[in-house]
């Protein structure tokens, strides 16, 4: 199937290079380009977070209506100075 793509001057001279180097095809070069990122893209799975919930009822209850400050004094209290 024939396709047009615009690529940077600087990239086709690249691939002209390489061609030459490997005695390779632009299209085969590019063939396998596309089938490497192809194939990539399959094996990448996307990010899923893992269930980290735990059992319980929330914050105590005089916590409920606390402030984070105060929620971390408790957390901190009796340790360090």
Known sequence: MKTTVEISAALLEQLRSLATREHA???????????RILA????????????ASFKGNGLQP??????????QNAIYKGQGS
């Open 62 to 71: 005089e916590m409920r209506s606390a402030s984070w400050q105060q929620i």
């Open 40 to 51: 990539d893209r399959r094996r990448a799975r996307p990010f899923k977070l893992r269930k």
């Open 25 to 35: 095809t632009m299209r085969s070069l590019i063939e396998e380009g596309l089938r």
